[in-house]
């Protein structure tokens, strides 16, 4: 069996056509679904990137990698789903995005290829092709959205390449392992004139009510209102690009899948898309990640596996990516990371039993202090903010998130049991320090690197004279992005 792990960055759980989702075309991803398994109810272990990513990697939690932050590197003593496949006798590749920080840039996999569009260097920072692109969370993010070019097609476009050469040219005396990580469609949310033009008159904006959570809780409302400075024309602009991302990230799909269909190995491929959170996309008035809302947290993830994953089944239990990483072990034979906090969900199409609790953290120290951890158990929702009040949703009564419960009364012994759940392993004093000690710690090796700007082999760089820069008005190439705002 060969394995084909595809992880897109910042895709919304429902913008894909085989999810009912109104604002998305994606018959490659599609076939995936077709041939094999969709999870409905798949989340995050982090809703950003470099920690649930190396959530994935490990299959440990971020209160278990210590990773809360995008400029954190993974211990390179913890093993990773590469080290595991490699010891089982596979070729490993990690072809793209993984988001790796520190001079381990490898963790286990046998080859690396091409470089990350974010800095591997201690301290943080990001590739010289998005200075001035806002591909943060700020409003400029909104205000300078629409058709052109974006870098990330580029890099995207090159990591389409390599991973299509690699099937073509991998050892055909033992099965491969291959991770293609994709940079879209994370924003900016600009993409090209085509994919914009075939969204830009079809995309509705969310409703937002004034008392909607994400306007009214204290951990959100900072982001809301930054956010609410951008026009409703800009929203809808950016919804329109974003769309038009998924479609081209949607397109590459199908070249990778098309050549894995042309190498014709005799063994069978299981096939993965998802990606390592979503994208909030408008909804709750607000934008990007970071958050615990379903179109944060919540990712796409499509299975299939001949005469393993039966054919077009949509399975609703909710599964973490540190579970996939476990079921991907499971499946290729391989030895189960030890203490890892995933299990393998393959009883879920096997008729067995599964229990669907699944965990989500973020811990930050940028803007301002937060520390948070959420737990899903069966359609109730629970978010434990630290110092802050907490929420409580019921998904299958109120999907979109609308009416927190943590202060209704009948509610109150269901409240505290999910508390303790949320506490029983997750300490937010020690969190607390450890961050609190990774920042006076990076704030030297971040002000070394910006003093003596070493080298960074594996950051990704534009191929000398490529025309990459956007053409859209107010877009200003000499603004550089704020450290930690990505």
């Not at 800095?119 to 909104?142: K, Q």
């Not at 050469?165 to 990580?181: C, K, L, N, Q």
């Not at 950016?238 to 949607?250: F, K, N, T, V």
């Not at 920042?439 to 080298?455: L, Q, S, T």
Request: aromatic share 8%.
């Amino acid at each position: 069996m060969n394995i084909l792990v595809i992880m897109s960055d910042q895709h919304h759980p429902r913008f894909m056509s085989c999810a009912g989702g109104p604002f998305a075309e994606t018959p490659n991803l599609d076939r995936i679904a077709r041939a094999g398994a969709r999870f409905e109810s798949a989340c995050c272990p982090s809703p950003l990137c470099g920690p649930s990513r190396m959530s994935f990697l490990s299959g440990l939690y971020p209160c278990r990698t210590g990773v809360y932050a995008n400029g954190q590197a993974l211990p390179s003593d913890i093993p990773t789903l590469a080290h595991a496949l490699g010891a089982a006798g596979y070729e490993t590749a990690l072809v793209g995005r993984m988001h790796i920080v520190g001079p381990d840039h490898a963790h286990g996999f046998e080859r690396v290829f091409p470089a990350d569009v974010t800095a591997s260097t201690l301290g943080g920072g990001l590739s010289p092709i998005l200075d001035g692109l806002h591909a943060g969370g700020g409003v400029e993010s909104l205000t300078l959205s629409g058709a052109g070019g974006n870098p990330y097609q580029l890099y995207d476009d090159l990591v389409t390449r390599r991973a299509c050469e690699f099937i073509a040219s991998s050892d055909r005396r033992r099965p491969f392992a291959m991770v293609v990580g994709f940079a879209l469609p994370h924003n900016p949310y600009v993409c090209s004139e085509e994919d914009y033009d075939r969204w830009k008159d079809r995309v509705r904006l969310p409703v937002v009510a004034p008392d909607d959570p994400g306007a009214t809780h204290p951990a959100l409302r900072e982001t809301f209102e930054r956010l609410a400075r951008a026009t409703a024309e800009d929203a809808r602009r950016s919804l329109a690009a974003y769309c038009g991302s998924i479609s081209a990230l949607d397109r590459r799909v199908g070249l990778i899948l098309d050549a894995l269909e042309r190498a014709a190995r005799p063994e069978p491929t299981l096939m993965v898309y998802t990606s390592d959170h979503g994208e909030m996309a408008g909804e709750h008035g607000l934008w990007h990640k970071s958050c615990f809302f379903e179109a944060a947290v919540g990712v796409p993830l499509l299975m299939s596996l001949p005469g393993e994953i039966p054919a077009g089944v949509v399975l609703r239990p909710g599964v973490n990516l540190t579970d996939l990483t476990a079921t991907l072990l499971d499946l290729a034979g391989a030895e189960p990371l030890p203490e890892a906090d995933g299990r393998s969900f393959r009883a879920l199409w096997r008729g067995g039993t599964w229990e669907g609790t699944v965990f989500s953290e973020l811990g930050t120290r940028w803007r301002r202090s937060l520390l948070a951890r959420m737990v899903r158990r069966g359609s109730m929702k629970y978010v434990y903010y630290h110092d802050l009040p907490d929420l409580l949703f019921d998904l299958e009564r109120d999907p979109e998130e609308r009416r927190n419960l943590a202060e209704v009364p009948e509610y109150a012994v269901l409240r505290a049991e999910l508390r303790a759940l949320v506490l029983h392993d997750w300490d937010p004093q020690v969190i607390s320090k450890g961050l609190d000690r990774w920042k006076r710690r990076n704030g030297v090796i971040d002000r070394w690197r910006r003093a003596a700007g070493p080298p960074d082999p594996h950051i990704f760089r534009p191929p000398e004279g490529s025309a990459w820069l956007r053409d859209v008005p107010g877009f200003a190439p000499e603004r550089q992005l704020q450290e930690g705002a990505y």
